[in-house]
């Protein structure tokens, strides 16, 4: 895709695309994990990955035609109610926790606190006091089918993402554009070999196991509603994939991001209902 406003790819294109999902990314390192449970399960990913691009159900493309999804309509009208909720959240920006503060393999593609996070649900665990915060933002992204993540998505200025790609093809990505300061070539994300840019109130949904890049060069900052769903699969592939979402709970690097992240709960809600009594 050429630079400029972000052009949907048709049904047929989805369906035809040659898949060239690579299962690793040149110069970045998995981060080592020695359990033999956590290696044993990441040898069944590989290969449901590969079961996963033979049954996907609207094919395999990088960049999906929001018409797949009908969901995505409700998602979008929902965006002044999630920005509102979105702005009292940004008022304690700075108190925040950056990705890899809660999710440590994160370290492999950002090391500062550029990018930062408000989780309502992770991996299908539910952040009960962040979604009191936003009840709305909850009730929109209810309306996505088998929805496993949903957070706020901060990229304070300058950060840049390098090339990666996710750790599992089971899952697409959606975003919805809810502060986008500079739509142009300063502020844009690459799937594959498509440049995007995010739009206020407009969705984008891709499968980010396809290598991807993201970028904020502009001097503010960018939000996106970052949400992960299941990826509509054939059987037998709907059925490990099911499976696996519901084992992955059970790994060290899943159950270490949400020790991380009831941890920081604790503090930020501690430290509100301090100056609330002060």
């Known amino acids: 895709m050429t630079e ?3 052009k949907e790819p048709s049904l047929q ?3 035809a695309e040659e898949v060239e999902q690579e299962f690793g990314t040149a110069g970045i390192a998995p981060m080592a994990r020695p359990s033999k449970t956590t290696r044993f399960f990441m040898g069944i990913v590989s290969w449901a990955e590969k079961l996963n691009l033979k049954y996907a159900r609207f094919g395999n493309p990088p960049v999906y035609d929001n018409a797949v999804f009908p969901w995505t309509s ?3 009208k929902a965006w002044p109610d999630i920005r509102i909720e979105l702005d009292r959240v940004l008022l304690r920006q700075s108190e925040l926790p950056a990705f890899q503060d809660i999710s440590t393999d994160v370290k492999t593609i950002s090391t500062d606190s550029q990018w930062k996070t408000f989780f309502l649900v992770g991996f299908g665990v539910k952040s009960k006091q962040n979604i009191q915060a936003c009840p709305k933002t909850w009730a929109a992204v209810q309306k996505i089918p ?6 706020f998505s901060i990229f304070e200025p300058g950060k840049h993402l390098p090339a990666h790609r996710g750790p599992y093809n089971g899952v697409l990505r959606l975003h919805l554009g809810l502060i986008v300061p500079e739509p142009g070539d300063k502020l844009a994300i690459r799937v594959k070999d498509r ?3 995010w739009q206020e109130g407009k969705a984008l949904i891709f499968d980010d196991a396809y290598e991807h890049e993201a970028w904020n060069h502009t001097d503010k900052t960018r939000v996106v509603l970052f949400v992960d769903f299941v990826k509509p699969l054939g059987f037998p592939a709907s059925f490990i994939n099911w499976a696996l979402m519901n084992l992955a709970i059970f790994t060290p690097f899943i159950r270490e991001g949400l020790d ?6 604790k503090r930020f809600y501690a430290e509100a209902e301090t100056l609330r009594n002060q």
Not at 146 to 151: D, F, I, P, S
Not at 260 to 265: G, I, L, T, Y
């Open 4 to 6: 400029g406003t972000l």
């Open 13 to 15: 294109d989805s369906g």
């Open 74 to 76: 409700e998602i979008e």
């Open 146 to 151: 088998h929805l496993k993540t949903a957070m």
């Open 195 to 197: 440049i995007c840019h």
């Open 260 to 265: 991380n992240h009831k941890e920081w709960e």
